[in-house]
């Protein structure tokens, strides 16, 4: 049998241009075990993706802000506390950087997301000075301000849980900062070529290909060992 996947999104299963790969929707249909789609977007934007591959909606959003699985939707952290940085951030001159119609942040429920164009300095020391309840998490495509302790590690857990299965059971892949605690509780992990460092570092192996290359070559692998 196929291992169950926890799998990233942006940079693992996408082109360079950050658009969904057309494999996706060749591979993953029918893959015959769990698909966790373990993201920093929005709840909205893995439960799409769920929904048009036709698989159950399992998903974990907002860096393990939000985790759904079986219908069931869970939410940790204090947004009031990501919200009153980002306040504050704003009130010393600091911009989040979408334009209008932010829809980057209109459906996040547990943090806020500001683009790589925000004033990163600014952003992090207005966070320290709120207490240590509240970090920044550069994942390369945007920097999330959410409580400490949120991560999409331990809402891996509660999914695994969930659907009666142990987190070592999970094969992880993924590309950034925000995976590492995912590679920590899943039982084998990979890190796509187009990596950052504490992914790389983190990974039990980095591929030699990047995005949905790399991606595509890891399920071939755990294919083949199952047939």
């Given at each position: 049998m196929?291992?169950p996947l926890?799998l990233d999104?942006?940079g693992t299963?996408t082109?360079?241009t950050?658009?969904i790969d057309p ?7 029918g893959?015959?075990?769990p698909?966790v789609?373990?993201t920093?977007k929005?709840f909205p934007?893995p439960?799409a993706l769920a ?14 802000g939000?985790?759904h ?5 869970t939410?940790?952290g204090d947004?009031?506390?990501a919200?009153?940085v ?5 009130e ?5 950087g979408w334009?209008n119609?932010?829809t980057?942040?209109?459906w996040r429920?547990?943090e806020?997301a500001?683009?790589l ?5 600014l952003l992090?020391?207005v966070?320290?000075?709120?207490g240590?309840?509240v970090?920044?998490v ?6 999330h301000?959410?409580s400490?302790g949120?991560?999409?590690g ?8 969930a659907?009666?299965?142990?987190p ?8 950034s900062?925000?995976?590492v605690s995912?590679f920590?509780v899943?039982g084998?992990?990979?890190a ?11 990974a039990?192996?980095v591929l030699?290909d990047?995005?949905m290359d790399?991606?595509?070559?890891v ?6 060992r199952?047939?």
């Amino acid at each position: 049998m196929v291992p169950p996947l926890a799998l990233d999104i942006d940079g693992t299963l996408t082109t360079p241009t950050g658009r969904i790969d057309p494999r996706v929707f060749e591979l993953l249909p029918g893959w015959e075990a769990p698909v966790v789609f373990a993201t920093g977007k929005a709840f909205p934007y893995p439960v799409a993706l769920a929904h048009f591959l036709g698989r159950d909606e399992t998903v974990i959003a907002e860096n393990g802000g939000v985790a759904h699985v079986d219908g069931e939707t869970t939410t940790v952290g204090d947004p009031d506390a990501a919200q009153a940085v980002v306040e504050a951030f704003r009130e010393r001159g600091g911009k989040v950087g979408w334009g209008n119609g932010d829809t980057v942040n209109r459906w996040r429920e547990t943090e806020v997301a500001l683009s790589l164009d925000a004033d990163e300095t600014l952003l992090r020391e207005v966070a320290a000075a709120a207490g240590g309840d509240v970090e920044v998490v550069d994942t390369g495509y945007a920097y999330h301000v959410k409580s400490v302790g949120v991560s999409k590690g331990t809402a891996l857990e509660v999914v695994a849980d969930a659907l009666d299965l142990a987190p070592e059971a999970f094969v992880a892949v993924g590309d950034s900062v925000n995976d590492v605690s995912t590679f920590g509780v899943a039982g084998e992990s990979y890190a796509v070529a187009d990596a950052d460092d504490a992914a790389r570092e983190a990974a039990d192996a980095v591929l030699d290909d990047g995005f949905m290359d790399g991606t595509q070559a890891v399920l071939s692998e755990l294919r083949g060992r199952a047939e």
